[in-house]
């Protein structure tokens, strides 16, 4: 009963103008392959380049190979819609499909036509269907966005709040899952939430983060699609792969929140196991670091909160060439906060080697942070008590992030 991945549609989308990540004047950040980050107001991405305004109002422009990811600090999440027409109601039951490439599709869903697809509808997409082995969850509920499976086994929460694991065999007008041979079926309008144990993937195509929670793959960004005109003011031409008749249609300039460009070589640091976090000096902390929740961080890379004096460790994935971050003191811990911060690495011999080290006070809270890794295979970070010994010892990452090699990013699990 394993399921195999097959490759599934991915969204063609065309280049988008002025305020396109940057509505009503708001900033967005570029991250380009240093892991450097540069504020701006994004004017308009083609093929080639990516335009934007920096701080000051001049125009500017960077070429789009050197660049990983551009972004908004907009909190980006997907809800169930609201059914609130005949016709809403006619397309099915409304929810929020993840499929396991990082994809997200608010819409409703439809029976497929085959027991082994999985068949979706929304707005923006039309009519589609996936193969389950893509599928990661299907929400129907917001209230049971939480549930996690306790294994490597399907799990199906029905609306009365009763958990069923096995392996999820077909999700059409009911759902049917096999429970150690047994099989039950339930109908999907008791269902209020299924999460599949399928691996997640990453494709190699730019995921577009849209304003209604969407997280869409496109195969291209910045070229025009036969038979539509460029980019106009309020809207941009897409081809939509998911589409049945794979046609083209328009999005709002203004609802494109994100891109990443390449997200094989995009790690979010607080995907990766922390591997040792010891307290130092003469105080013990039961909570040397903390993770924040990715949901609702820019692109999911989650804030790191280092609680010092400590060292942290991580061992990195295969194909780790960089590392950055904004590195800050919190704002509780800026009037007597005096630290500093090592980050150092090493080989697979232990042998540690500083690599960059930051002071931080009241007078200097915040630094970028870049660090080459190439060739190593551990990242540690100190966090050390200077003037006033121990107290308010704490650093912040923001938006911790690793810039992998394509082959290690895509098989690695987030």
């Known amino acids: 009963m ?16 002025a305020a396109a990540l940057a509505q009503d004047h708001q900033q967005a950040t570029i991250l380009d392959r240093n892991l450097t980050k540069t504020p701006g107001t994004i004017e308009q991405i083609t093929a080639s380049a990516i335009h934007y305004s920096d701080p000051s109002g001049r125009p500017r422009s960077i070429d789009r190979s050197r660049v990983l990811a551009v972004y908004s600090r907009k909190v980006h999440g997907a809800t169930v819609p609201t059914m609130g027409s005949a016709a809403d109601r006619a397309d099915g039951i409304a929810g929020v499909l993840r499929l396991s490439d990082g994809q997200i599709v608010p819409g409703f869903f439809r029976p497929g036509s085959k027991p082994e697809m999985l068949g979706w509808s929304c707005r923006r997409l039309g009519q589609f269907s996936v193969p389950l082995d893509h599928v990661a969850s299907i929400l129907f509920l917001d209230s049971a966005s939480s549930i996690v499976p306790s294994g490597k086994k399907d799990l199906v929460l029905l609306t009365n709040d009763d958990r069923v694991e096995g392996f999820i065999e077909s999700i059409g007008a009911d759902l049917n899952i096999d429970v150690n041979g047994v099989k039950s079926t339930f109908p999907v309008d008791r269902v209020a939430a299924a999460r599949l144990a399928n691996p997640y993937v990453q494709g190699g195509d730019e995921l577009i983060y849209l304003s209604d929670g969407s997280v869409l793959a496109a195969a291209e960004i910045g070229s025009k699609i036969a038979g539509k005109p460029g980019a106009v003011e309020q809207s941009t031409p897409v081809r ?8 083209a249609a328009s999005v709002e300039i203004g609802s494109i929140d994100a891109v990443v460009i390449d997200p094989k070589s995009f790690l979010p640091l607080s995907s990766v196991p922390c591997t040792l976090a010891e307290p130092g000096g003469t105080r013990t902390k039961e909570t040397v670091i903390e993770i924040a929740d990715p949901s609702v961080a820019p692109l999911g890379l989650a804030a790191v909160t280092i609680r010092g004096p400590a060292s942290v460790e991580w061992s990195l994935p295969a194909g780790a060439k960089r590392f950055g971050a904004t590195l800050e003191l919190p704002m509780d811990a800026r009037p007597w906060g005096n630290t500093s911060v090592v980050v150092s690495t090493a080989g697979s011999d232990r042998k540690f080697r500083e690599v960059l080290k930051k002071d931080f006070s009241s007078e200097a809270p915040s630094a970028e942070c870049t660090v080459d890794l190439s060739g190593v295979s551990i990242l540690r970070i100190d966090v050390r008590g200077r003037a006033y010994a121990e107290v308010q010892a704490r650093v912040r990452m923001l938006e911790p992030v690793l810039l992998v090699t394509p082959a290690a990013s895509a098989s690695k699990p987030r």
Not at 2 to 17: E, H, K, M, T
Not at 240 to 247: F, I, R, T, V, Y
């Open 2 to 17: 394993n399921r195999i991945s097959p490759s599934c549609g991915l969204v063609a989308l065309a280049c988008f103008g």
């Open 240 to 247: 939509w792969a998911l589409a049945a008749d794979n046609g």
